[in-house]
């Protein structure tokens, strides 16, 4: 009888040390990183900026004289993606608000050989069949394999057709470039990769002189407006763009 008493204390004993050493046990933690893409910290917040892209839908955007977005547009790895997979649902895209004092900041990467654009002060009108009517644009391209590389103010960074780039900043295709555009009264300041690149004054008789000798020579409303819409452009390559965000100035 003694030796039941003495096993049963035995047992008991074994199974409240077992229950100790589970309750021990640290609880794993998940390794996985949290992505702070298109997110706003608290600073910025207080600081006015503004999300002009959720990281999971399109919301905001639209294609040109447009209410909706086109189907090639889409949300992926994180970045709103022009999937140039099929010619239904293509265009440029422009934002539902208009600016004119500000700060723009995003991230893009382009496809290999891709071309696309980051245009603003666009006009949206019905008269105007293409953004690229009135909105001035920083050029965002493949400069080691598209053919506009080896044209000068066309390569990554600069104000497409008017100005080039002070220096080449642009990261191979592939790769996140980080962007910083600038508005404040006329005056603008192009960042690329933590760069000053370009800088230049708006509606002076420089600026008309600058358009003059460009393509856009021909376009009586290219470059005039004061603030309009901030656009993305499709140039038929495969680009993402993510992080953007504004600050209004």
């Not at 608290?42 to 905001?60: H, N, P």
């Not at 209410?67 to 293509?90: F, P």
């Not at 019905?126 to 390569?155: F, S």
Request: aromatic share 10%; with cysteine.
């Amino acid at each position: 009888m003694k030796s039941i008493k003495v096993l049963s204390i035995i047992i008991s004993l074994f199974m409240i040390s077992c229950q100790t050493k589970k309750q021990e046990t640290p609880i794993e933690e998940s390794t996985e990183p949290v992505s702070m893409n298109n997110t706003l910290t608290e600073a910025q917040k207080a600081e006015g900026w503004q999300l002009l892209f959720d990281g999971q839908t399109t919301s905001g955007w639209r294609n040109f004289n447009s209410t909706t977005i086109g189907s090639a547009w889409v949300v992926d790895d994180e970045a709103l993606h022009l999937n140039n997979s099929s010619e239904e649902g293509r265009g440029d895209i422009i934002t539902d608000a208009e600016f004119e004092n500000f700060e723009l900041s995003l991230e893009w990467k382009i496809d290999s050989c891709g071309n696309s654009g980051i245009m603003f002060n666009v006009v949206e009108d019905p008269k105007y069949q293409y953004v690229w009517l009135t909105g001035p644009e920083m050029q965002v391209l493949d400069n080691d394999c598209h053919p506009d590389a080896k044209i000068i103010k066309h390569r990554a960074g600069d104000l497409y057709d008017l100005i080039s780039c002070s220096t080449e900043t642009v990261k191979p295709a592939g790769e996140w470039n980080q962007v910083r555009i600038v508005s404040q009264n006329g005056s603008y300041q192009f960042w690329l990769n933590g760069t000053n690149v370009v800088n230049f004054t708006m509606h002076t008789p420089e600026w008309d002189a600058l358009v003059a000798g460009s393509k856009f020579k021909e376009m009586p409303d290219f470059g005039k407006a004061t603030k309009g819409r901030i656009s993305l452009q499709d140039h038929g390559d495969k680009v993402w763009y993510r992080n953007i965000m504004i600050k209004p100035l």
